[in-house]
């Protein structure tokens, strides 16, 4: 067994029946447990019933498109999800990273590399999940823990990877973090996207952070810093 040194299960939502094949094949080689679903409205109902580890769904299916059936499934399940899409459009994206997307892999793509995207993915949950912390400055407080976050004592809801971008800069605050250091340390190093996806991340969390947003300092030429 390669890449996983405990049992995932894995949930994988496309319409294709060989993109689905193709990727139980290699998800399979590294361990997992697979279940597969045909459409959106499948996939809601399996993700309700089923402990799932991570979901890899298609954005464009009949009956129900991944986006929507993405924000079913965060209604009751934080459940981190891998979008796949033929379409790499800037909207698409940030749509997706708005919903709680993890990731978002535009096709064709490589399944080794969509298994190293999505290991590296539970590698960071594991690890945060270990580090357990609550931490406050005046009005804002992370409880590492739950992975919840408060704005005046009021729970604000964040994508999975946006809180991933705040707990990083929050655990190196005052410290000039580059935007490479940021892209590896959130993203991971096989990370193929480009700087505005850490832009895009960074604007979703200050709009969510109110009156905080000011405790995230853009560093022209650099990156960003967490002061507080």
Not at 7 to 27: C, G, H, P, Q
Not at 91 to 113: A, M, N, T
């Amino acid at each position: 067994m390669e890449g996983n040194s405990i049992t995932r299960r894995m949930l994988i939502v496309d319409d294709e029946d060989n993109i689905r094949m193709i990727v139980r094949k290699y998800a399979e080689f590294d361990g997992y447990i697979v279940d597969e679903a045909e459409n959106g409205m499948e996939a809601v109902e399996k993700a309700q019933g089923g402990d799932y580890d991570i979901i890899v769904m298609d954005v464009m299916m009949p009956e129900l498109d991944g986006f929507s059936a993405l924000k079913e499934i965060r209604k009751t399940s934080p459940v981190p999800c891998v979008m796949l899409s033929a379409r790499g459009e800037e909207y698409d994206k940030i749509h997706g990273f708005e919903l709680g997307v993890d990731d978002y892999v535009v096709k064709p793509f490589s399944p080794r590399e969509l298994m190293l995207r999505i290991n590296a993915i539970l590698a960071r949950y594991d690890q945060q999940a270990g580090r357990k912390e609550l931490l406050v400055f005046d009005g804002l407080s992370i409880d590492s823990a739950a992975r919840s976050v408060y704005v005046d004592g009021e729970k604000i809801n964040l994508s999975p990877k946006t809180y991933d971008l705040l707990l990083y800069l929050v655990r190196n605050k005052g410290i000039a973090l580059t935007r490479e250091q940021i892209i590896n340390r959130v993203w991971g190093y096989d990370f193929y996207g480009d700087e505005r996806t850490l832009d895009t991340h960074v604007k979703l969390l200050r709009n969510s952070l109110g009156d905080y947003r000011r405790f995230i300092v853009t560093l022209r030429g650099v990156g960003y810093r967490f002061e507080a």
